[in-house]
């Protein structure tokens, strides 16, 4: 106590009675003041703010944000925005609804047009909230419904951005499509969506949807009883959304699609030096504009009952046994682990025994007596049974992981699958059986247990072409705002190394380009002019049981029994700088089938080089370390 | 020491009339709140049932309060203040963020809010340093300084999170204590002109969206989309409830959703627009009830202590009353502050119900203590 006086025992009741009169005299006067003011608004100033509340004077609109654009590596735009108009009606009171919807449908017979919507009035109409008639709807609806809009109040016309997928279904399983967002992500509370927004479903337009997406601008606008704009009262502008810069080039990725030509399967095209993604298709596709408008139920259902599944991107989801193009992981192992040398001949008169079994060849005579090139060259089978059995399907497993094989290899895109690398622990475990030599045998061709996607296996070649490293596959290059800085780049990442002695990577080169250049070579069907291609053709036999009811009755199709065609291959030989992979299903034997379809990719590729040498190659390609040539 | 002691006369005193009026302010809230949440979808769970459990959290920690002798509590003051400091500076560091602003700290299933604890704590304190520094003549500035260091603290922090509405309430009421029981004029004049003074700086420091909303106070037609959209939402409602209101459940602002923030601070535009100006009256009647009766309460305690208390609550209680309703009558800018007993909020029902067991708890002492 800093006072000495004990006798100070704060102010006296008397001086705070004085107080708190003044106290009570301010509260009395202030509340009269909100009282008074009450009294304005809601007796004085009622009618007019009863007329504002009726009509609902002022309402708030949202404006959709325009979506980033998505790129291919030379700045050639793969998606853009259109404007599209919808037919909303705002409903009001003292309008009879069903009358006014026969009103346009009588409006639309004069120019024999159809009312398009199957989307009816929703159950319960609730006053000011508008209903979505028509989406999408073309130039001379919005005439006739601009002109008569008299005669039909409350319903209105709405511009809003839609995807406009210029290259269509030849790029759209990698870029996916759009549509209004879902309660499920509405629920989630970190994502900043309200109800009608428009969000990427699928593909890229899914991952990089935060950057895609841009900022929804607002607008307050006054209105009048029907719903019509009267006055702008402000509004904050939209922010566009980033743009996207693909690796991606889609001149060569409109020729993977037409050299596919109808099969169904898929076609990577990668550069090996870096894991840059030049093509990805996957076939059959979709239109993904059609997705746009939402897609009427029957469409829906027509591509989600499509056995061929068009919904699905092949290239990183297809799971299929590699068949002879896995051999250069048996035959990498087995020169690895001294099994072998180049030079060790085995003798394949046509089949191999184990116990009392009979492998075949494919070449029913035989081979004869084959060193490692030829065995490779002319994808000899027997060669390959007999090395396999030696490594062991444990070791085999091994290098088939350095390979990339039985994991992710971490591309952009949702719905990748791992593949299968099958092993001793693995069966037990899944299957509580034990390993049997005879799966090993199997196994050594690429068959028996064996999965992998396409991309694996592009990407274990490219890893051979470059001299031992495995890139990430990557389908973007970079974003940038739309003003066109860069917001975020995305670097070439090393997954791996294949950790393989010079001489082996050097006898591996050869032989693949022997199968393509050498007389006898599987590959011969994807040889150029230049002789610069290597490669290794596989077919993979379509057994086992069918698993479920889809599959039992594709089984009735004979076409489902036919083999997967598969080719892998790089070029040019001294410098590779694509690497290219085509699986089409149950399309026959890999030389005959895929094959050719990569070769085609191939001229695309080179020809494209040659005409973007004389323009701006050296711009779009930024610097990558290693030049081709 | 009479601390805890059960005595007959608690129960015989029980302030009747101030129970009452909380109450009945807390009944018309529940039914408002049920009303703003009418036409939400009906997965959620339902904010008048929330409310309405804060409610019976309130009360229970209301009578806890209440059996405690507040000059117990007063010896703990300063520990309360700690905690509410400490619990802030938590908040700073490890809060939880919502609408960009880090105000609450997650307990899993609840959020808690220190700042709204913090206006109850600043009184409690202030109380305590009076209490021991008591003078016959009006405080002179330099007197003040501890005190304006204990305010200026929790301002600070609250002010970071950003929350400018409950650090102005928690100046504005540590304000009026000072003043009430009794400040040189000199002093007065040298802070009045001192704030004056900062007042541009202070804009300086302002986030942009709380200088929008001072400037379009001003003007709200010149900025309808942003922050004069509340406004002229909440004028529209609540002028065309017009006299008699439109009736329960009849708002066609409030179900239409037109009206923002509706259950939080502009939840009395939700009462006036259904229930009219007749309603507006009776609810202003009795908040009027229930700010006379704790200044009565103020005034009738037996020691100063109970009258910086009873008088702190009360004007806590009447300074967000005349604020909010200035508010959202469109008198005055948008700050965020909520109406008592009326806006939806754990915390802020909660710490309200506990000040109210307080100020009870001044009111019954009366009768026992002897000055």
Redesign the interface.
Known sequence: MEKQCGLRNGPEPAEFRQRLKIVVILTLLALSILLIRLWYLQVIKWDELKQRSENNAVRFRKIQPLRGLIMDRNGTVVVDNRPSFDVLYMPTKGVNHELLLQRIKDLYKTKTLEFSSDQLFPKTIKPYLPVRLEKNVDMEKVALVETNALDLPGVYVEVTPVRLYLDGETIASIIGYTGEVSKEDLAKSEEDYLSGDITGKYGIEKVLDPYIRGRRGNELVEVNAFGKVIKDLGRIDPVSGSNVVLTIDARLQKAAWEALAGLAGSAIAMDPRDGSILAMVSAPSFDPNLFNSGLARDEWDKLQKNPLNPLSNRAISGQYPPGSTYKLIVAAAALEEGIITPDTKIFCNGSFELGNRSYRCWKKHGHGSVNLHRALVESCDVYFYTVGKMLGVDVIARYARLFGFGETTGIELAHERKGLVPTRDWKRARMKEPWQLGETVSVSIGQGFNLTTPLQLVQAYSALANGGTRWRPRLVQRIELSGGSIQKEYLPEKKGELKLSPQTLAVLHRALWGVVNEPGGTGAAARRPDADVCGKTGTSQVIGLPQNEKARRLKKIAAFHKDHALFVCYAPMKSPEIAIVVVAENAGGGGAVAAPIARKILNAYFEGKKQGKTTQVAVTFPPAGSTGD | MIFLKYDRRILQNFDWTLFALVMCICAIGIINIYSTGFSLSDDQAPLYIKQLQWIMFGLFLMVIIFLIDYHAINQAAYIIYAISIASLVFVALFGHTANGAQRWISFGFILFQPSELMKVTIIIALARY?D?????EPYLLRELFVPFLMVMVPCVLILKQPDLGTALMIIIVSASIVL???MNWKSILIVVASVLAMLPIAWLFLKDYQKDRLLTFLSPES????AG?HI??S?????????LGKGFLKG??TQ?K?LPEQQTDFVFSVF?EEW??LG??VL?LM??SL??WG?KI??HSKD?LG?ILA?GITALI?WQV?IN??MV???MPVVGIPLPFLSYGGSAIVTLLGAIGLLMNVSVRRFILQR
């Not at chain 2, 021991?132 to 016959?136: G, L, M, P, T």
């Not at chain 2, 900025?223 to 942003?226: Q, R, V």
């Open positions: 009076f021991d520094h008591k003078s016959n009430f029981i009794g900025d309808p989309l942003g959209y002229i939402q004028m529209i409602a609540i002028g065309s409830g017009g006299f066609s602002q239409l037109f006036a009219g100006f507006g009256l202003m908040f009027l700010i006379i200044l103020a005034l100063l009258t008088f009447a005349l309703m200035g009558l469109g008198m």
